[in-house]
């Protein structure tokens, strides 16, 4: 059983295009993670929210968790090729200690 | 970069062998994890450390077993490697700013094929 799932699995846009990742979960967190991972390498953080209903912008994207700290969702405004890669959400499971609880994961990818 | 390498970054082995991955890191965080990642599964925690010689299960240890002697170093071992073990392992470390941040910093990864 996947406690977060993502959605799209997929995402194939053109360059200035909007677009918007989900992270669902029936579980409480205490944080949500959200990582960009490129091909041949480790993932790297992004950004990290604690608070329900917080919104966190990085340049053009956009970071909501949700009020219930159940969900989250990533926005990226006219995306760019160097957008691309995959997307994880992870969180931190209210009493779950310093384990991250990863989603499946969305792969984006942008052309010119 | 936190400093995280992994050794080796790709290996090939047969069924039944045992395989050692080493994770080493310059940080100095006292929070270490091996994740392997699988297509459509995103990453799964396999075993951490929260300190030296302190480790625990993550949700998909069966197989692995883990030693940390050092603070810098985490090994994964496959005791007797299985075609179902072909994944890219990641190690990672982490800080311990309070309970509700849990930054982790990955290593480039490595490529592990089981024939």
């Known amino acids: 059983t996947q406690l977060l799932e993502q959605s799209p699995q997929f995402l194939s846009i053109q360059e200035g295009e909007n677009l918007t990742v989900y992270c669902n979960s029936s579980?409480?967190?205490?944080?949500l993670q959200w990582y960009r991972q490129e091909p041949g390498e480790g993932p790297v953080l992004l950004v990290t929210v604690v608070t329900g209903g917080e919104v966190k912008k990085l340049k053009r994207l956009t970071f909501q968790f949700g009020d219930a700290r159940k969900d989250s969702s990533l926005h990226i405004t006219a995306a760019q090729p160097g957008d691309t890669g995959l997307y994880l959400c992870a969180g931190l499971l209210t009493g779950g200690g310093n384990k991250l609880t990863f989603g499946t994961g969305t792969q984006l990818k942008v052309e010119l | 970069d936190a400093g995280i390498t992994q050794s080796p970054r790709h290996k090939v082995t047969e069924t039944g062998t045992p395989v050692t991955l080493r994770c080493h890191q310059t940080e100095n965080h006292r929070y270490m994890y091996w994740y392997r990642q699988d297509p459509g599964h995103g990453l799964r925690l396999i075993h951490y450390?929260?300190?030296?010689?302190?480790?625990d299960k993550g949700e998909v240890s069966d197989g692995y077993s883990v030693s940390r002697s050092k603070t810098e170093d985490f090994l994964l071992t496959l005791e007797s490697a299985t075609s179902s073990q072909t994944s890219v392992y990641f190690c990672a470390t982490g800080t311990s700013g309070g309970i509700s941040y849990n930054e982790q910093f990955f290593g480039p990864g490595t490529r592990l094929t089981v024939l």
């Open positions: 579980s409480v967190f205490s944080s």
């Open positions: 450390s929260y300190g030296v010689k302190d480790t």
